[in-house]
């Protein structure tokens, strides 16, 4: 029946220069202490720190910084920055950076009511009952997490990469410059495109049916993307480009798309992030190397009309073609005409990473036994998805 | 640069019966005292009025009614439900009903702050600087204004009918149940689905270019509608399409696809106002004999390219054929595989409506000279275009 509850007040200020007195005046309404978090240097060197710092004083907000956030985020990072927010009474925490900052950010910002160890949340031991008001600078479209309540955090003590969601860590207002993402290299241009159809991916190939408006939705999103990621990677100047992206990368993961289809569980993302927490890859790179082989090892009898749609709708396949001949060459299309554009490694094996802690990933994903997601996996399924992947 | 603030902070619930304790605590939240706002007496056929009241009677709250609301809202009533407000020093408004009761609601949860004529709030005479909250229960699929800022209110001593946007007014709470539209008659179906069709339409022949992804998108909601509209038409108590039309009622016009390709005139809906100021006539039904019209008359070798891509990505019509020929094509699809269908009178004349009025529609509509639209339009145009209508 597709019940739901939407429910998405974050802000958006979509565009180039609208920072510039929007920012300090949206931060101003939540607090006067805020605390910056940002990743490596990258905003330095593009002149968005400065821009930021300047409108920041204007605004005479009394401002902290946080800048150790790792790519794959580590509970420690966050613990030291949650201190921070403690001892110097941060009211307003603003994350300059893509998913792994703003991902982070929003633990921060319940670390600031919790004196223990963040991880705490991630494993369910304590829970997030309060958070501070979080605003985003996107400097990378990709994750999304600008625009929705997860984050993912790595342990790498435990070699564990976790989820984690809670409305109260929604931004309440994030900015979209494209232009801010101009300086983003090619090979996160790929990942993050990479990132985001997989948000689409997931979703669409649900084993729930959901509403068909979203079906068309999540096609036009696709087509969008894997239009765009092309253009990006190969002229990372182009606004257009960067603009559909960026607003994709919202859309692609903010709930919209998936609320009707509860549960909804993404097993490309449950295994890339075994790889994530194993080798420290980067997850687009993670999910595109799975994808491709995770639908060929899904696709059956029972589930050949999702293929089928997204042939004939997203890849303009003939539609009178046999519904089976038509998924198989979906998969390759998506293979040839997205994959291979974007020019990532496309075995693990490349990436020297064997077949020695496979059993151990399967262990840690089908902990619980079996996982119910597009496709029922257990163990023994994941070792086989994983192997074809070497 | 399609420049834009995102905010759509509206909570929906959706789904059957999602009325039941949740209606009465969201109300809750906002106050204890309720103006209930209906129009005729269909909530009390389809159960829908005892559901309400026992809700809010089992959360203890304080409701006053006022049920005169009509098909084209006029500014008379709305006053006097404004008045209510003021006297009874309400704190919520629930609305219950279409686009007109929820429309009406706006302007009287703004009418509780303001001791004139809520008209001149639709004329700027004055300005809307506090509203009372407003809640929301869908009747019928059709205006989106269970998810925007906007309001149009009829004054029938002056033939006139306006538009009004506050963002004070966006409803915060809306509750769309597909079910409660199954009593909604064949006639209501089809103008509501001819209404949705026109939001999306008119955004999306737009002369302003917006993002490629949101192009999609609405793509996908057209073929949504186009699908669903006669599904609901003739079988009104199927579900998916109840849901489908439902949702994509609200997506239509919440802002979503629009925000990025301002100033975006929507010519039909200027037209159509004019049509139910002078004549009462269903708007639904106004914009289904204009929309055909309208875009025959506006083709022309600089905007085919919109046409074109409406005809192969909404109409699958064959993207080989010359751009010319896919046009005329896909606006002929619309009037046989769309308008047709849904069988409403498919002229002004059978309406008994002649040319009497058309120069006087004409000069209002053109008050301020040309009308910038998807195309430019002058007073002969107006009068050009409701003629091919009658």
Redesign the interface.
């Known amino acids: 029946?597709?019940?739901?509850?939407?429910?998405?007040?974050t802000?958006?200020?979509?565009?180039?220069?609208?920072l510039q007195s929007n920012l300090g005046s949206e931060v101003k309404k939540y607090g006067n202490r805020v605390l910056l978090v940002y990743g490596g240097g990258t905003i330095k060197k593009i002149d968005l720190y400065q821009k930021i710092i300047e409108e920041l004083q204007s605004f005479n907000i009394e401002t902290y910084e946080f800048s150790e956030i790792e790519p794959n985020p580590r509970h420690t990072s966050i613990n030291e920055a949650a201190k921070i927010c403690r001892e110097k009474d941060i009211e307003v925490i603003l994350g300059v950076g893509g998913g792994s900052v703003i991902d982070s950010c929003k633990i921060i910002s319940a670390g600031k009511y919790y004196d223990g160890d963040i991880w705490d949340f991630v494993i369910k031991k304590a829970e997030i009952k309060k958070a501070l008001p979080i605003i985003t600078v996107l400097t990378l479209a990709a994750t999304g997490s600008e625009m929705n309540t997860t984050s993912v955090i790595s342990n790498m003590e435990t070699s564990e990469k976790k989820g984690i969601k809670s409305p109260l860590t929604l931004p309440k207002v994030s900015f979209l410059d494209p232009t801010i993402t101009y300086s983003v290299s090619k090979y996160q241009t790929a990942c993050g495109s990479c990132d985001i159809l997989a948000h689409i991916l997931e979703t669409y190939f649900s084993r729930n049916k959901g509403?068909?408006?979203?079906?068309?939705?999540?096609?036009?999103?696709m087509?969008?993307v894997i239009?765009?990621s092309k253009i990006a990677y190969n002229e990372p100047e182009n606004?257009?480009a960067r603009?559909?992206l960026m607003?994709?990368s919202s859309?692609a993961i903010n709930g919209f798309t998936r609320m009707?289809r509860q549960p909804n569980i993404w097993i490309c993302h449950l295994l890339e992030h075994q790889l994530s927490a194993f080798y420290d890859i980067t997850h687009g790179l993670g999910l595109a190397i799975l994808i491709p082989r995770y639908l060929k090892y899904a696709l059956n009898e029972n589930n050949v009309d999702t293929y089928y749609n997204f042939g004939v709708n997203v890849w303009n396949i003939d539609s009178k073609l046999p519904k089976m001949e038509v998924a198989i060459k979906s998969i390759e299309y998506l293979e040839n005409l997205f994959y291979k554009d974007l020019e990532l490694t496309d075995n693990l094996s490349k990436l020297n990473i064997n077949d020695q802690h496979f059993k151990e990933m399967a262990d840690r994903i089908c902990e619980n036994g079996i996982v119910e997601g597009f496709i029922d996996i257990d163990k023994e399924d994941v070792v086989k998805i994983f192997k074809k992947c070497l």
Chains 1, 2 share one sequence.
């Open positions: 029946m597709y019940n739901f509850i939407y429910e998405i007040p802000k958006v200020y979509f565009g180039e220069n609208q509403l068909y408006m979203l079906d068309k939705v999540m096609e036009g999103e087509k969008n239009k765009y606004y257009d603009a559909n607003w994709a859309w009707d």
